[in-house]
């Protein structure tokens, strides 16, 4: 099966502009997550979807950071405006939900848009 | 407050050596642990959950709920598992929280 495709790959924006990420989950996972990475960092959870509902995103700046489903498929999340210290890996990732309480619920990663804020 | 913290950056062991990268976690439910690995200019990937109880690549990991901890063993370490290595924790709402990872190198 294809993987989770994200675009771009690298992005370089200065301060005060506006940057949006793009991700195609794997075909029927319901469930899709938005990861901030920071270098020396693990990745940090900023939106959780189930289908094109949120279902957390408590670790999202929701002053400057935005993010939709529209349709349960793909995902858009948009900065506006940047700051030097969101310069950071974004990853992706979904997974099935037709495995809750299975336990063998599996994220699968995209391969992260590379953002640097000058 | 939920956390997973890895305490080394780095860990270099020699090719044959035994390997243990640590992990401890602060949870108020039960929680689900996973060992992640992202291999040079690849993907994030599973390695492995604690519920399957499985062995992937000659990895294992017990949880220890006792000692809140959750430690990625190999006893004989091999080059190919040079990679960077987060230890994951899953809650109740299938809400990931990440450590800040473990960069492993093995050395011939």
């Known amino acids: 099966e294809a993987g989770v495709a994200q675009s771009p790959r690298y992005k370089i924006i200065e301060k005060r502009q506006s940057v949006a990420f793009w991700c195609n989950p794997i075909s029927g996972h319901a469930t899709l997550y938005w990861y901030q990475q920071i270098l020396g960092q693990g990745p940090k959870l900023l939106i959780q979807?189930?289908?094109?509902?949120?279902?957390?995103d408590s670790q999202l700046p929701k002053d400057r950071f935005s993010a939709e489903r529209l349709k349960g498929v793909d995902s858009t999340l948009k900065i506006q405006p940047a700051k030097l210290e969101d310069s950071a890996v974004y990853l992706c990732?979904?997974?099935?939900?037709?495995?809750?309480?299975?336990?063998?619920?599996?994220?699968?990663f995209g391969p992260g848009t590379r953002l640097l804020v000058l | 407050a939920q956390r997973v913290t890895q305490p080394e950056k780095l860990l270099s062991v020699f090719k044959g050596a035994p390997v243990e990268l640590k992990c401890n976690y602060s949870?108020?439910?039960?929680?689900?642990l996973f060992w992640y690995v992202q291999y040079s200019r690849q993907r994030l990937q599973l390695l492995l959950r604690h519920i399957s109880r499985e062995s992937i690549k000659g990895f294992t990991a017990d949880l220890n709920k006792g000692e809140t901890s959750f430690h990625l063993k190999k006893p004989f370490a091999q080059e190919e598992d040079s990679a960077m290595y987060y230890c994951a924790l899953r809650s109740g709402t299938y809400k990931y929280i990440f450590g800040t990872g473990t960069r492993l190198k093995v050395l011939a």
């Open positions: 990732a979904s997974s099935s939900w037709a495995s809750v309480g299975g336990g063998q619920e599996t994220q699968y």
């Open positions: 979807f189930q289908n094109n509902g949120v279902v957390d």
């Open positions: 949870y108020s439910g039960s929680p689900e």
